[in-house]
């Protein structure tokens, strides 16, 4: 973990959405990755969304945050008969006296249409803030037309016209950042100094418009 936590700092993160994480599971030595993970980046706060019991503990998703969360919000997304579950977490923050909602998740990749249903789930949520949003995630999809199923306009870090191809084993760009229509991005890159994990790291400078 020291070593996903030495590029997250590489990159000066502030706010970081974290996908595939372990919780006391016996392939990880029975830790709790994300308190330790924050430490590390010396981020201070964090949350843990479980998606599903795994290995004798559990698996999901989680967030670091350099800013006191709030309120948190953690919720299933649909799934299919026989697919891994998933789920999204949402945390309200502060910054810069304003405030902002950011929301990460980790899509199914077993096809396009549980992606879509999955997406208009959160697109429902996001509708119902009253906020600047960031979205965050492994969306299993570098198909960027399925994104309009969120039905809320956004604009995507990694689109047709700027592709960054952060799954490394295979070429393709499956994960993204984006942020409502009320932010802009001031600076967007990809990681590739290390190989610390099968996904290179997106980062993105984001400010109020």
């Excluded at 590489?10 to 330790?36: F, H, S, W």
């Excluded at 559990?58 to 649909?78: C, D, Q, T, V």
């Excluded at 039905?151 to 984006?178: E, W």
Aim: hydrophobic share 40%.
């Amino acid at each position: 973990m020291s070593l996903i936590a030495n590029d997250i700092k590489a990159v000066g993160a502030d706010i970081a959405g974290i996908q595939e994480v372990d919780r006391l599971t016996a392939r990880n030595g029975k830790i709790d990755t994300m308190p330790v993970l924050a430490d590390c980046c010396n981020l201070n706060f964090y949350g843990f969304a479980k998606a599903m019991p795994y290995n004798g503990g559990e698996y999901g998703i989680g967030f670091l945050s350099r800013f006191r969360p709030e309120n948190k919000y953690f919720h299933a997304l649909p799934s299919m008969q026989g697919l891994e579950p998933r789920v999204y977490c949402s945390v309200q923050l502060s910054i810069q006296q304003r405030p902002v909602c950011f929301v990460n998740t980790h899509l199914s990749y077993e096809n396009t249409e549980i992606q879509k249903i999955q997406l208009k789930a959160l697109g429902n949520y996001l509708w119902s803030l009253d906020m600047p949003f960031v979205l965050t995630g492994d969306f299993n999809t570098d198909n960027f037309d399925v994104f309009e199923n969120l039905g809320v306009p956004v604009t995507l870090m990694n689109n047709k016209n700027r592709i960054y191809r952060s799954f490394y084993p295979s070429n393709i760009a499956i994960d993204n950042i984006i942020i409502s229509h009320s932010l802009k991005f001031v600076k967007t890159g990809m990681y590739t100094a290390t190989r610390n994990s099968d996904h290179y790291m997106l980062y993105a400078q984001i400010d109020f418009i």
